[in-house]
């Protein structure tokens, strides 16, 4: 095995470019993956942009698929050779955060105060991979916690099929699973990304008998309706609210969907619901929000709000998969475009700028 | 039986005023109680100062004990002559709201577009004593759905005893309900009037270990660590948020519950909660609200933010009196003025003032 | 409108018969409807066989679909002439069971203790059609608390879509329910009758991926394919216990429902569980349970068993309508028979026999 | 350090005598504590009569106070000298069952089939010491997973107040947990031995304001009335069932406890449960049980049951002494006599055959 290999490096504002590094040492409760299956997600547009600071230097990337290269001393019921995805966010189930119930809300030895063993965990600290440690956008990757992070894949299922698992499935359907949804429920998603999608398709999965598809862009509109959507509502041509009012007898949605991360959907997410309804939110916000006193009964309403960060782990992993294998659910047309690592540039300035009805693209080193 | 009673009734703004009106007719699932004892909640101030609009005429207040005078045909199960509390919030449980879960949003036959049968039911609607129909300061209220809505009150209890079950005890506790408390949590409330201690007391009845009271007023602090808190702060006198991380030695309270209606007191309850944490909101806010970004984690923090609306209903209103009847909680020293009906212009003078150490009023007719 | 009308009646053990009976008057809280279709159950064949006991002279049959004739003063939202259905079970939404979350355990009014207005709700009370008041095998049948039991049909939808909602459906459903089904779920339903098969499409419904159908008889795992099942295995080919492990490399399965009633199905359920797993049962026992020790681990397994009476009321009417109307489910291919109530004789006679495939009959007076 | 240490080590049948063993190598995710305090369980003694099987040799014990003596190389956050207790359940974090929100149920590196990393956990396996590897009754044990299973134990709290927290509180407080319990409820426990009580002392803590304790030894009952109950009954001279009934109107319990493990006291918690009410069962059952039909309305009376196996991990032993820090509870009364290790087989004898009141026994090395 060579000693270095190629990685997607954020170098500065505006600068994602390929570098040589080293392989990763593996310790005792590590792994060493081979990529051989990789995306990009919006939030690495965010750090591409500036957005979001990480360490100049820093691999991105946070969707694996791959191969075990090198298992820690410590790790059992793995095999070198073995196909694998881990999540995007890799907790340390070993935390207070994670027994507390919030695995993603922690990733607790790499916090100085952390180290009390104790208490000191961080928000949104589960989230390692291109954030806080190297990424996946790489030959190779090192999964933390790899005993509650690896997660074999299936016999049969390729790397496109399950490459929406790590994040954008896992995300999507903890839209729908913190929308509290029942038997007969309608649900509205607002944005239609990647991450609405499979919302949408997560919440019709577990019940949803009316989902509503939001968005601006005709083309993704009419791809919601392959995926989950069983009506679609094109913002720029109508009054959602209203539509939505219409649509349930004036009785309101059950639940809203936030996927995007911004003012206008979050406020239109909380205007749709019925009195006692609930607002999931998936978004990443840049900005303030603001809530609306009419829509929030001032205060009176019996209203739920509940952000997200997506979950992770190998059981997790583990189901996203099983809802693939049974054939509920084809996330590979959300592939819509392949890259080779080599061509990282290229690949972030198509999907950056959301060119040519881009929905996901695939990376293999 | 008189033919006409006194009652409490909204005038124009500022002005709340005795007035002789007639004694309400009773319908076949209706009951007319005799009141012994009502009160004045902070929301009847906000009608008096106009803040809060209610058809002038109608008859205020919605805490009421009592005696029933006359059962509709239809009502069974109770004798005229027995004592009796009604909830604040009088819901129609054979509406679709109350049927999802959400009694409180519903009182369905006073909207017209609910009379189709199927749909139309409306924020808060299930609040209707001194709201949507004739309230509680009177000699007689008109109780709406009795068959749900009547709560015998078990011998030995006194009116003053029980004066907090209909709405301020109900509204409190739903707030640590909605909190999601668990055995060893740390709960900071924010506000320490009547609710607000209602909540603090909530919060350890459920299991808080770590009961956080905070208020600018140090009678009402005092107050506090009599009714329910280990230790309160007063944000005049320190960085509550500062405190709170101090206390939970970095980690962050498990809850926080909003027991005011400001801007400030709900920004304070975000600031204090772990990744993951729970808002549970009880003011009634009068302008919109904003959520600061760092404080939701750019909307990746496992938060919660729930609001209530009092509960009520004849078994909620059993559940508290027997809370009280158990000797878990005594509420009496709540009551810290008596007055009589004919007395309610000075009443409201000294409540809306909080003057004297106010905390509630007993009116008795 | 004509003074009597036909309906089926118990007689003795062994013997419904059509019976001449007058029409019922309608108080306020009544609607009168005219039935046009209904359906036998199993638990009629409890009655008929003298299995379960009912009062001599009482019509039995809880499933109806059919138009208002006439509405109770008190009743408002609906129309004389509409088409709605009712819930097998009809609770009373304004018993304290119902406000305490479980409404199919109280027909309060009935109970001559509940006329105290405090306590004495009775298990199993919410179920009065031919139970403790007249039932739907007649021409007429009379809904108490209609305001909370009638559930307008959506036009579009045919009697025979609907048919099941009122038992079948909101059982099986309710199994899937109780289960606790979360994505990826591996859940075994063991009896596919009627309501064995809605449990199987609940479960799908609500995101279980491996859904296993169990039965003895080969038809009916044909038709469990068709409404849910991902898999069925036949027990008396098979050691079932043995597959499941098989099928989930060892794990068990995540829930099971039981849908029969005996000894048999309920043991099977417990021991295809993993540790930690949830016995959803659903039948009607006529003999005392055991608990074999070693599938309970001794008590120390964290297992959950739950049982369900059929939920009732207009709003989950309203639900399993919209799983129908929105094409999620079809069950219109369990009305494999057709009589006229004239015949119900014959009607039984085919249906207790389980002969010709019958799954479900449609009768219509 | 030495190289050996003494152990109470079960020999045979009737026989756990005091031995020689080596101090344990320390891998790098464990931990090896010097023992300070620990006791002896009802389960050792199950053990020790050989009703309970382990391996020959084996060192009992299950609930440890002490030193770390020395850490793995990979845990982190901790230092040698500290205070610490951990859970008698030391599950693996890491595994499918714990992120499944089931930890008791596994120690999966320690079951062959578990080596596959994808499936193979069982029921219990979370239990370790003193069942599957060597316990706490001796001068030092290693603690498996210590990162996740070290709790610090808080300055100014006593051996003999911790003590009851890595099983007795930790089970007592998971069957009040798993009863759902809600303000007011009425909730009662068969059996006030230790277990018992901390189940009545949880139900109480968590809002329970009718906490009945049942018992046949009147002594229990007194220090039931000090630790939590309300009123206590004793089954040898009164009709338990008929007794909570004439406490609840008729209604019958919300929930209750089985805290034993017999037939007797699991069928008498079933009969005292409203309709739709709880059956929470912590007791080690060592025969079949039998359900009787009429206490389980035929399987409609929308029971729940549910088992629990000792919850642990840090956050759990951290919430449980949060509760003794606060003073919500003291349990060091239930310390009621001393031993050394070296006179365990006498402080077995005692405790076997409850002699002298005894409740519970510290043993110190």
């Known amino acids: 095995m060579a000693r270095t290999m190629k990685a997607a490096v954020f170098v500065e504002k505006g600068r994602i470019e390929l570098r040589e590094k080293p392989i990763p040492e593996v310790g005792p409760n590590d792994a060493l993956l081979r990529i051989t299956t990789t995306?990009?997600?919006?939030?690495?547009?965010?750090?591409?942009?500036?957005?979001?600071?990480?360490?100049?230097?820093?691999?991105?990337?946070?969707?694996?698929?791959?191969?075990?290269e090198k298992l820690g001393s410590a790790v059992v019921g793995y095999q070198e050779g073995q196909r694998v995805i881990a999540g995007a966010i890799c907790p340390?189930?070993?935390?207070?955060?994670?027994?507390?119930?919030?695995?993603?809300?922690?990733?607790?030895?790499?916090?100085?105060?952390?180290?009390?063993?104790?208490?000191?965990?961080?928000?949104?600290?589960?989230?390692r991979f291109?954030?806080?440690?190297?990424?996946?956008?790489?030959?190779?990757?090192?999964?933390?916690?790899?005993?509650?992070?690896?997660?074999?894949?299936?016999?049969?299922?390729t790397d496109e099929q399950v490459l929406m698992c790590p994040d954008i499935m896992s995300t999507g359907f903890a839209g729908a699973e913190n929308a509290g949804i029942r038997l007969g429920d309608t649900v509205v998603v607002f944005a239609q990304g990647p991450i609405?999608?499979?919302?949408?398709?997560?919440?019709?999965?577990?019940?949803?008998?009316?989902?509503?598809?939001?968005?601006?862009?005709?083309?993704?509109?009419?791809?919601?309706k392959q995926m989950g959507a069983d009506l679609t509502l094109n913002f720029k041509r109508c009054d959602v609210v209203a539509e939505v009012m219409k649509l349930t007898g004036g009785r309101g949605a059950d639940a809203a969907i936030e996927a995007l991360g911004t003012q206008q959907t979050f406020e239109g997410a909380l205007r749709v619901l019925k009195p006692g309804g609930?607002?999931?939110?998936?978004?990443?916000?840049?900005?303030?929000?603001?809530?609306?006193?009419?829509?929030?009964?001032?205060?009176?309403?019996?209203h739920t709000i509940k952000t997200a960060l997506c979950p992770g782990g190998k059981e997790r992993m583990r189901r996203l998969m099983n809802v693939i294998e049974a054939g509920?659910?084809?996330?590979?047309?959300?592939?819509t475009h392949h890259y080779r690592l080599d061509d990282i540039?290229?690949?972030?300035?198509?999907?950056?700028?959301?060119?040519?009805?881009?929905?996901?693209?695939?990376l293999k080193p």
């Open 39 to 68: 995306t990009i997600c919006g939030t690495d547009v965010h750090i591409l942009k500036g957005e979001y600071p990480v360490a100049p230097g820093l691999t991105v990337g946070h969707e694996p698929v791959g191969v075990i």
């Open 196 to 224: 609405g999608l499979c919302a949408a398709a997560g919440a019709r999965l577990m019940g949803a008998t009316t989902v509503i598809g939001v968005d601006g862009n005709d083309h993704r509109l009419e791809v919601a």
């Open 345 to 362: 540039v290229a690949a972030y300035e198509l999907f950056a700028n959301q060119r040519d009805g881009v929905l996901k693209v695939a």
């Open 278 to 302: 609930t607002l999931s939110s998936l978004g990443v916000y840049s900005e303030d929000l603001r809530i609306p006193m009419a829509a929030f009964a001032a205060g009176l309403g019996d």
């Open 92 to 127: 340390n189930f070993n935390s207070y955060a994670a027994m507390d119930g919030k695995p993603s809300q922690d990733g607790s030895y790499l916090i100085p105060s952390g180290r009390c063993g104790c208490h000191g965990y961080k928000a949104t600290a589960g989230w």
């Open 328 to 335: 509920r659910l084809d996330l590979s047309p959300m592939v």
């Open 130 to 157: 291109g954030n806080l440690i190297d990424g996946t956008q790489a030959e190779y990757v090192l999964v933390p916690d790899a005993q509650a992070n690896l997660a074999p894949v299936p016999d049969g299922l």
